[in-house]
């Protein structure tokens, strides 16, 4: 079993940057897949972005391609989403994954694939 902690979230305007981490603690992290997901006021939770255990591979909304970038360290037991040219649309509560399986996309990219949840942090960007 693992525990996430997410970090880093806040209040920035459009344009500007941000970097979540995903603390692990509680297992063994370099054998989870982790991803991004993140939940808008009123709506479900959509997939951003998920790395493999290794950090060879790794899938971007295409909301986000292009602007965000998902990694890892393993030797820290964190994941990070880097988050550039942030726009209001991007404002949400983002929550950080491990899943124990990589899969094809159709899997990697949804909320029941994963099997641990951090408790969020909040983003708002403000235009």
């Known amino acids: 079993q693992v525990q996430l902690a997410e970090s880093g979230g806040g209040l920035v305007q459009a344009g500007d940057s941000l970097r979540l981490s995903c603390a692990a603690s509680?297992?063994?992290?370099?054998?989870?897949?982790m991803g991004w997901f993140r939940q808008a006021p009123g709506k479900g939770r959509e997939f951003v972005a998920t790395?493999?255990?290794?950090?060879?591979?790794?899938y971007y909304a295409d909301s986000v391609k292009g602007r965000f970038t998902i990694s890892r360290d393993n030797g820290k037991n964190t994941a990070y989403l880097q988050m550039n040219s942030l726009n209001p649309e991007d404002t949400a509560v983002y929550y950080c994954?491990?899943?124990?399986?990589?899969?094809?996309?159709?899997?990697?990219?949804?909320?029941?694939?994963?099997?641990?949840w951090g408790q969020g942090t909040q983003v708002t960007v403000s235009s």
């Open positions: 994954a491990a899943a124990a399986k990589w899969g094809p996309i159709t899997s990697i990219t949804s909320t029941d694939w994963y099997d641990y």
């Open positions: 509680g297992s063994a992290f370099s054998i989870y897949n």
């Open positions: 790395i493999s255990r290794g950090g060879a591979a790794f």
